[in-house]
């Protein structure tokens, strides 16, 4: 089982992080979704990361990378 870090953004800065847990990316995914879905009244949007890469990021225009 691997931990992917869910970052919750707000005004295109992370405002919280959360540990995933999961054994797939599908598998964050959908546990970040559930996770945003509980908050969504204080952020604007999540991104998935597996260490160094971004398994997913919602909504896709939450924040432009540099």
């Known amino acids: 089982m691997k931990a ?3 970052y919750f953004l ?3 800065v992370i405002r919280a992080v959360d540990v995933v847990r999961c054994t797939t990316d599908e598998a964050g995914i959908e546990n ?3 996770l945003f879905e ?3 009244a204080e952020f604007a ?5 597996d260490g160094a890469r ?3 990021q919602h909504p896709a225009t ?3 990378p540099a």
């Open 10 to 12: 707000k005004n295109g």
């Open 45 to 49: 949007g999540f991104e998935l990361w």
């Open 62 to 64: 939450v924040r432009q």
């Open 4 to 6: 992917m870090r869910c």
């Open 38 to 40: 509980n908050r969504k």
């Open 32 to 34: 970040a979704r559930q």
């Open 54 to 56: 971004l398994v997913h």
